[in-house]
């Protein structure tokens, strides 16, 4: 499956941004998806990921209460809804996804090794 992730930009403190995942090349639904960020010098870290359906969702502590991610299967996208932006937010956001079989434990979702299909990334920056 490929993925092709956009929606970055730039933002003021406070904003909004919505970023989208779409997938191609495999059926879909098949497939979990998580949402990584790698900031400037620091090591990528989990945001946020979906299972298949849609009916579990996971969130990194630092960013519960403001990001939503949700699917549409029929689209073969993903989102993430974040909100109240913060400048630490500021990012390269990488949409990732694996077959959900691999995803048998809740704890899978969170780790960037689970996820095999990556896209190319696209820059949040939030300005104070």
């Known amino acids: 499956v490929q993925l092709q992730a956009s929606g970055g930009g730039l933002v003021q403190a406070g904003g909004s941004l919505r970023l989208s995942c779409v997938a191609s090349?495999?059926?879909?639904?098949?497939?979990?998806t998580g949402w990584f960020r790698q900031a400037p010098g620091k090591e990528r870290e989990f945001v946020a990921a979906i299972s298949w359906n849609g009916g579990s969702k996971y969130y990194a502590d630092s960013i519960k209460g403001r990001f939503t991610v949700s699917r549409d299967n029929a689209k073969n996208t993903v989102y993430l809804q974040m909100n109240s932006l913060k400048p630490e937010d500021t990012a390269v956001y990488y949409c990732a996804a694996d077959e959900t079989v691999k995803f048998y434990r809740g704890s899978y979702y969170y780790s960037s090794e689970t996820y095999h299909y990556w896209g190319q990334g696209t820059l949040v920056t939030v300005s104070s």
């Open positions: 090349g495999r059926t879909f639904s098949n497939y979990a």
